[in-house]
T-cell receptor
C-alpha cells in the first residue's frame, strides 16, 4: 500500500504547456514537501507547505496544500526543457515512529 | 560544506557477499534515513533513526541492517547480497520530520 499516491507517474509535454502533479493520501499531515531530482543526483527540496489551503509560488511553480491537509499539488506554468526531472512529494508520519515517506514520483519530460 | 557524505559511489557485489554503505553528516541532525530507488521510481524507506542509539524499520527493511552509535554516522549493512538489492541507495538527514531532508550523492549498487 502506497502511503502517498502521486499522479501522473509519467508526463511528456511540449515546451510552453502547463501541467499539474498531484500528491494524495488518506492521512492528515503536519506538512508536505516537494523535491526535484535530476539524474545521478539526490533529491533537492523545492518547497514545504505547512498550512491547510496554503499556496506557495516559486517562479513558474505553484504549490498548494489541501484544506484538509491530506493532499497537495504542483502546477508548472509554461514548462521549459530545464524543468525536466523527477518530482517527488514527501510527508512525515509521526504516528508510525517518525519517518519521512516519499511518493512514487512524477517523471516529467519537457520537449523543446 | 560537506552535508551528507556517502561512500562508495559505485559497487558491484557477487550474490551472497556482504558490504556496508557508509553515511555521515556534519549538520548535527537527529533524523537520518536510508532509501533505495529503483529506475524511474520514487524512494522507498529502508531504515531510519531519530537519534543516536535508536533505529527502526521502514517500508522495505528485509535483507538490511543499520546501527546508529553516533549522531554523525548511520551505516547500512547488506549481509547476503541478492540481485533484488540492485538499486541506488540514498542516505539523508534532517533536523526534524518537518524540516528539509538533505541527501547524499547516492551509491549505485549492482549485485550479479
Amino acid at each position: 500500500t502506497q502511503l502517498l499516491e502521486q499522479s501522473p507517474q509519467f508526463l511528456s509535454i511540449q515546451e510552453g504547456e502547463n501541467l499539474t502533479v498531484y500528491c494524495n493520501s488518506s492521512s492528515v499531515f503536519s506538512s508536505l514537501q516537494w523535491y526535484r531530482q535530476e539524474p545521478g543526483e539526490g533529491p533537492v527540496l523545492l518547497v514545504t507547505v505547512v498550512t491547510g489551503g496554503e499556496v506557495k509560488k516559486l517562479k513558474r511553480l505553484t504549490f498548494q496544500f489541501g484544506d484538509a491537509r491530506k493532499d497537495s499539488s504542483l502546477h508548472i506554468t509554461a514548462a521549459q526543457p530545464g524543468d525536466t526531472g523527477l518530482y517527488l512529494c514527501a510527508g512525515p508520519f509521526y504516528n508510525q515512529g517518525g519517518k519521512l515517506i516519499f511518493g512514487q514520483g512524477t517523471e516529467l519530460s519537457v520537449k523543446p | 560544506n560537506a552535508g551528507v557524505t556517502q561512500t562508495p559511489k559505485f559497487r558491484i557485489l557477487k550474490i551472497g557477499q556482504s558490504m556496508t554503505l557508509q553515511c555521515t553528516q556534519d549538520m548535527n541532525h537527529n533524523y537520518m534515513y536510508w532509501y533505495r530507488q529503483d529506475p524511474g521510481m520514487g524512494l522507498k524507506l529502508i531504515y531510519y533513526s531519530v537519534g543516536a542509539g535508536i533505529t527502526d524499520k521502514g517500508e522495505v527493511p528485509n535483507g538490511y541492517n543499520v546501527s546508529r552509535s553516533t549522531t554523525e554516522d548511520f551505516p547500512l549493512r547488506l549481509e547476503l547480497a541478492a540481485p533484488s538489492q540492485t538499486s541506488v541507495y540514498f542516505c539523508a538527514s534532517s533536523r526534524n520530520l518537518d524540516a528539509e531532508a538533505f541527501f547524499g550523492q547516492g551509491t549505485r549498487l549492482t549485485v550479479v
